[in-house]
């Protein structure tokens, strides 16, 4: 089901990617320099619209990835911290329970008999 759902989504996504490359082939300049003089003489290298612009849109989804993974740290911190936690109280009360099974068994000396308790 997932693999239907893959090709459904990706396979019209390559072709629109694949389409566009085609329709936008002509190189375009690319200033480096944020603020250029009026003559625009700035670093500047040359390369097709496509790639410009799908490189613009990997380093979008990187921006935003990484922003996304900074912002939720604590959360996976707080959630380490929880693990850890849990950790030590499941084993303190298998350490418990091990206990309370330990004090209800029959003592062997007694011949198996069972301990009574005065009330």
Known sequence: MKSILRIIVFAPLAL??????MANRAPVQVFIDPLPGGDATGPSFEAPLYLVVLASIALGVLAGGLSSWVAHGRYRRAARTARADAKVARTEAEQLRGQALASLSPDP?????????NG
């Open 109 to 117: 000396a007694s011949g198996g008999r069972a301990l009574r308790r």
């Open 16 to 21: 629109l990617f694949l389409f566009f490359a």
